[in-house]
């Protein structure tokens, strides 16, 4: 996928991941990770897509901000 991150960069950030399970189970950390790149990398142009769409963008813009 676009966003996702390689098998080289992973491996170099698994090892900084905390390892003991604590209460609830944990999400898979590479597919969180995944997300996070992905909103921040797409940030300005899910913004620019929000505000072309909408009918208020000032409205729109003091939502996310």
């Known amino acids: 996928m676009r ?3 390689a ?3 992973w491996a170099a950030i698994k090892a900084m991941l905390p390892n003991k399970p604590r209460g609830v189970p ?3 950390d590479r597919r ?3 997300g996070i790149f992905w909103v921040l990398r797409s940030y300005p142009a899910t913004v620019l897509q929000c505000a ?3 009918s208020a963008p ?3 813009s ?3 901000v």
Request: glycine share 0%; with cysteine.
């Open 58 to 60: 000032r409205s729109d």
């Open 26 to 28: 944990r999400a898979n």
């Open 52 to 54: 072309a769409n909408c």
């Open 3 to 5: 966003y996702e991150l």
């Open 32 to 34: 969180v990770l995944n």
């Open 7 to 9: 098998d080289h960069e």
């Open 62 to 64: 003091a939502r996310i």
